[in-house]
């Protein structure tokens, strides 16, 4: 443990701005990622987050290796609908931090974070110890959270599950949206590594939603270890797609036809499986609600932005892009549809052109090879570094991609700026733009687009 003495930067203060505060986190620990929770356990305690979320409000902890963000925006549009105080948490964030951090839909403003900041920096210092950026912005929400008074606490874990920031709050319900193949690094390279590593979420019985078919053996040990009940997709509950309006869900006590919303469906069933199987007094009337009006940037994002079409999703890894694209086939052949509904034949330029870049720790190579063989008319791609420390350089996606890429052309730029400018001027009103590989370059392409 590194004693805070011998920290030599510079601490904000309460009239530091934003920025000021969140480069210092960034520099005061000596791992961006640092897995474990004996340092910040005693932090959060001397902050008083944890009692406060054990006897103030009911908290759903949602884990999974995709899905997690749309998972925890529905939960919270349908606890808010229903007049619930309700927190969220989400990271990372595409534009602004303040994205992380929102009651009641709103993201908090910058003076509520740099207050939390302030405390949880004095309480880190009390306690001598050294915390991650995740760590100290993580217990700067829970804060927020509790003074708030909020009735639901729903909560995205970033990482894992058992050695996660998030997981010094006992949860009532937990979600797994699914497991797959992701961070090997910190999480192990096997699904049931990663599967007990997503289990360490539960706690004595509570209830589980397990949004997967498959389940490693590794989280049934954890379910019957920890006495929890458990209710997985196609089991216990499932739904089915009516018309592009509408979809029917169904659990052993009811079934619900209900309007579409905007995410995806798989997504919105586990969280209202989780809703339903909590005591919150939720009707159909707020569900009803809260799907229309539930939205997240850069999760099969569709917008017509500067004459063009733009789909926007920040699918990074195998099993993120399988679910990208079971969505975008179906999109591109309506999209398709659209364009002859207005042209007297069908256009050869209507094509799909990619913006990708990504993290350079992520399986890129899977990735181009299931957007490559996915049968999809991709005519060109265009690249480039994002602004992250961890970024793939551009000799790394043109590695990748020129080992894969035989049939459309590849551009590369200096930014993800530069290469959103070029792909919006090279192609068509008719074209469809798809966007992905990290929330990093969903981020940069939106300001880059200014709709951020």
């Known amino acids: 443990m590194s004693d805070a003495s011998n920290m030599t930067l510079s601490t ?21 990622i640092d897995m474990g929770l004996s340092r910040v356990l005693p932090v959060a305690k001397a902050l008083g987050v944890v009692q406060s979320a054990k006897d103030d409000a009911y908290v759903f902890s949602v884990a999974g290796t995709n899905g997690k963000g749309s998972t925890t925006a529905v939960i919270s549009e349908m606890c808010q609908a229903a007049g619930y105080k309700t927190a969220l948490y989400q990271s990372p964030h595409l534009s602004v931090f303040n994205e992380r951090v929102r009651i009641n839909g709103e993201m908090v403003s910058d003076q509520i974070l740099i207050a939390a900041f302030n405390k949880v920096e004095e309480a880190r210092i009390e306690c001598e110890l050294t915390l991650s950026f995740f760590e100290m912005t993580t217990l700067a929400a829970l804060l927020i959270f509790a003074e708030a008074d909020c009735d639901v606490w729903v909560l995205e874990v970033g990482l894992g599950g058992r050695l996660d920031v998030v997981n010094i709050i006992d949860p009532d319900m937990a979600v797994i949206t699914n497991i797959g193949i992701d961070h090997v690094d910190w999480l192990g ?22 949004g997967a078919a498959d389940m490693p ?7 019957e270890h920890h006495r929890v009940k458990c209710y997985q997709v196609g ?19 009811v079934t619900l036809n209900l309007p579409r919303p905007v995410l995806s469906l798989m997504n919105t069933t586990n969280a209202l499986s989780a809703v339903l199987a909590s005591p919150l007094n939720i009707t159909t009337s707020a569900i009803e609600q809260a799907l229309r009006a539930v939205k997240l940037a850069g999760r099969f994002d569709y917008r017509e ?46 094509t799909i052109k990619m913006l990708f870049s990504m993290l350079g720790d ?3 190579a899977t990735v181009v090879q299931r957007l490559v063989t996915a049968g999809l008319p991709i005519t060109d791609w265009y690249i480039a570094e994002i602004d992250h420390p ?46 992905c590989g990290s929330f990093h370059t969903i981020g940069e392409a939106l300001a880059a687009l200014r709709v951020l």
């Not at 053996?217 to 379910?223: E, F, G, L, P, R």
């Not at 739904?239 to 006590?253: E, H, L, T, V």
């Not at 080992?403 to 070029?422: G, L, M, P, W």
Request: hydrophobic fraction near 40%; glycine fraction near 2%; charge should be negative.
């Open 12 to 32: 904000p203060s309460s009239q530091s701005s934003l920025t000021e505060w969140l480069d210092y986190m960034q520099q005061i620990h000596v791992s961006a």
């Open 189 to 210: 390279d096997t699904i049931e590594q990663i599967g007990s590593e997503k289990a360490g979420i539960l706690r004595d019985d509570i209830t589980l939603i397990y």
């Open 217 to 223: 053996n590794s989280v049934q040990q954890a379910i």
């Open 235 to 253: 089991q216990d509950f499932s739904y089915r797609i009516q018309d592009s309006q509408n979809w029917q869900y169904s659990n052993a006590a």
């Open 305 to 350: 932005v500067a004459e063009r079409h733009w789909l926007f999703d920040v699918a990074h890894n195998e099993q993120g892009v399988d679910f990208l694209l079971a969505q975008l086939l179906p999109l591109w052949q309506t999209h398709v549809d659209a364009q002859l509904s207005q042209t007297a034949t069908k256009s050869s330029s209507t």
């Open 362 to 364: 992520k399986d890129m």
């Open 390 to 435: 961890r970024a793939a350089s551009i000799e790394q996606l043109q590695s990748t991609l020129a080992k894969q890429v035989t049939e459309a052309s590849i551009h590369v730029y200096q930014d993800i700026a530069q290469a959103t400018h070029a792909v919006t001027e090279h192609s068509s009103s008719q074209d469809l733009i798809v966007v």
